[in-house]
């Protein structure tokens, strides 16, 4: 039987997500409660991309949250679990961070369609804002102000994936692309959904990038110095995702029919970078 531990840690590895290569860099304290808590949100996210029943679907998000209150009333009975409630004290882990969580999946359950970028922004709060709030506790902050900037990030990194993500998210019914903007560019919701190219879908999604970069722009400038060392991680998936976005839009938005990504190697030099030169 592997332990919670390295049920967690072969969580966190499978995913090969840039997180992963971030993690890598840090202390052997926070390095244990960030691998859990990444793992958490794997689970529950994959309860909703893999489950195609949405009633299923929601009875697994719904286990969850049951799961979530027993552990912290001192009685964890999954291994993500068991791997992240000694760290909670520590890092000031809250019950509430890991629901709304959980609501920001359940979200994917009801709603394939954002009418404008509030709506979309709200559902970015809860499945990459909260994570980063979360994270940089768990990096190491002092700051109160870096809870501004976690925040950002994460709707910053959440916008990088929905424009990766525009094809596989079509095939899934789903549209992350608020439909004012959508009407803006005259994009039709079908168009996206047959994978159907076009100079309007190009400027929507150039559009959408440049407000991606501009939020990252934002992000930094809000992380206070004292607290920049400590939140590297962080920086380093900035740097990444960057590198992603400007790939993807020096291809010209090549997202309907193909994920883009970086390979590991890369991703660990951009990560290594920012721990090394301590620059992007």
Known sequence: ????????????????????????????????????????????????????????????????????????????????????????????????????IIDGCEMDLTQTRYLDFAGLERYCHLVAGVVGEVSARIFG???????????????????TNIIRDVGEDALRGRIYLPVNELQQFDVKAHELLSRTYSDRFVALMQFQAARAQALYDEALALLPAADRRAQKPGLMMANIYRTLLAEIEADRFQVLNQRVSLTPLRKLWLAWKVQALGRM
Do not use: N
């Open 1 to 100: 039987m592997s332990t919670p531990e390295q049920y967690v840690q072969d969580k966190a590895a499978a995913s090969g997500s840039s997180f992963y290569y971030a993690f890598l860099f840090l202390p052997k304290d926070r390095r244990a409660a960030i691998t859990a808590f990444y793992a958490f949100c794997r689970e529950v996210d994959d309860v909703v991309d893999e489950v195609s029943d949405p009633g299923v679907a929601a009875t697994k998000l719904a286990w969850w949250r049951t799961e979530v209150a027993s552990a912290f009333a001192g009685e964890p009975r999954h291994p993500v679990t068991k791997a992240l409630m000694p760290h909670v004290a520590a890092f000031g882990i809250e019950a509430r961070q890991l629901q709304e």
């Open 141 to 159: 902050q002092t700051q109160p102000q870096t809870t501004a900037y976690a925040h950002k990030l994460g709707l910053a990194l959440q916008l």
